[in-house]
């Protein structure tokens, strides 16, 4: 079994330059140095992956060693098992990072100490057939059938995946929840 390391090359977009995103040095009231991304605090990176349902060959194989990749291939999966069973391809366009400013509630509250990861989000789309009805049918759905070569019967539908990630003060222990929709 290979041991799987935290990021492949694909994900490696998460390794950013904070300058490049607008990020700027900032110093808290106890004299420590931080970056800040301004008002918005969000950091959009552009991501490339296109696979086919139902095995997802390529995030299959990238999942083997990056523990990213895992996670995400296993929540599409489910959410599109439940959701949008006839999907046949899959895109991811955009990772997305929300950063908060953290405070430290016993000296000041309304003066930052630092910058915490607040959620992240994988943009994507599910890319399938819907049922069009037979062009010798008026209203009778049961004739409907399910056309794989017809361009006007292809849907793509865009979600979000979020990972909310949840600490205490302190930042010893983090959570991550996942919400698809």
Known sequence: ?????????RCQVLRFDDKENGGTIKTSPTGEDYVSFGPNQRILLDYDLEDEFPDLPILSASSSRCALC???KDKILAFKGVM???????IIHRFALFFQERIDLETDPDDPTGLLLDRFQVFFKLR???A???????????????SGNDPESTTESSHVLQFGIYA?????????ACISG
């Open 1 to 9: 079994m290979s041991e799987i390391s935290p990021l492949c090359d």
């Open 70 to 72: 895992s996670v995400i």
């Open 84 to 90: 949008y069973p006839d999907s046949t391809n899959l």
């Open 128 to 130: 399938g057939w819907h």
């Open 132 to 146: 069009v009805p037979d062009s010798d049918s008026d209203t009778d759905s049961s004739n409907e059938t399910i």
């Open 168 to 176: 205490n003060p302190t930042g010893e222990f983090a959570q991550i």
